[in-house]
Nanobody, 121 residues
């Protein structure tokens, strides 16, 4: 079993910054892709950014040039630096990781519990 624990959410004014962290622990052989998703009230969960084990990244158009995803493979941790925050960035942010628990296993998707980010205008 694998656990993902997020931290760093909170309330910030428009134009401000926050840094989210997500640490994976448990039965981990290797983590392939790690990423951040978000879900605003009444909306579907959407991709924010993902990063693979080689540190190649993909960011949603809505956050490009404002958010940056990174990871520390040695600590099984992924980060999301969020700058120039806007009220429309308000959502619950979820961490996700595709984890291989043993050398022969296929990757399995795990999710964090979510952390609230609220941006006031």
């Amino acid at each position: 079993q694998v656990q993902l624990v997020e931290s760093g959410g909170g309330l910030v004014q428009a134009g401000g910054s926050l840094r989210l962290s997500c640490a994976a622990s448990g039965s981990i052989f290797r983590i392939n892709v790690m990423g951040w998703y978000r879900q605003a009230p009444g909306k579907q969960r959407e991709l924010v950014a993902v990063i693979n084990s080689g540190s190649s990244t993909t960011h949603a158009e809505s956050v490009k040039d404002r958010f940056t995803i990174s990871r520390d493979n040695a600590k099984n941790t992924v980060f999301l630096q969020m700058n120039s925050l806007k009220p429309e960035d308000t959502a619950v942010y979820y961490c996700a990781a595709d984890v291989r628990e043993t050398i022969g296993s296929v990757p399995r998707r795990y999710w964090g519990q979510g952390t609230q980010v609220t941006v006031s205008s």
